[in-house]
């Protein structure tokens, strides 16, 4: 298991009828005929600006898509994204060939941006980051790795993400 300096880490679940095996293998599929893909979270524990920052002082962040443990709710909500933006300044339209962005599409939509995901049955200890609390409204945090306050929290991790150049970005 990697152990990076930074790390992104999202809790992942069914949504809309779909399962989590099905929503990595859509996932896979983008970058493997487009280049990349586009994964929705509306957390406020991960902006965009603040993904992007972290992105720009490191190279090869992650995320990591970790199972729930607890009280996490199935999505319900199926609008579908039909633009991005960077700096919530400027949009495009999602890229051509790309599977549908779909989930709660409303002012805090937000998407991780990936070259690379692997599927995976590993595990990782969150004890050794610092970040916020992962939650309801906090499904996907950043963190920066930091022993000096460790408690063991073993999650399970499905896949690992590459983020790559915009790394976050706003949806409408």
Known sequence: MRTDKYAVFSVVGPHVGSSVESILKDKVDDINKIG??????????????VVQHICKMETNICCFFIISIGNARDTKIKKYAASYSENYKDWQRMPEGMSPVSGRIGSLAQALVMNKLDICDEQIDIGKYVMPRIGLGCSTVCGFRDESLYVSKIRQVMAIGNLC????????
């Open 165 to 172: 150049d915009p790394y976050c970005v706003y949806l409408k």
């Open 36 to 49: 990349k893909t586009f994964w929705l979270q509306c957390s406020l524990g991960a902006p965009p600006s």
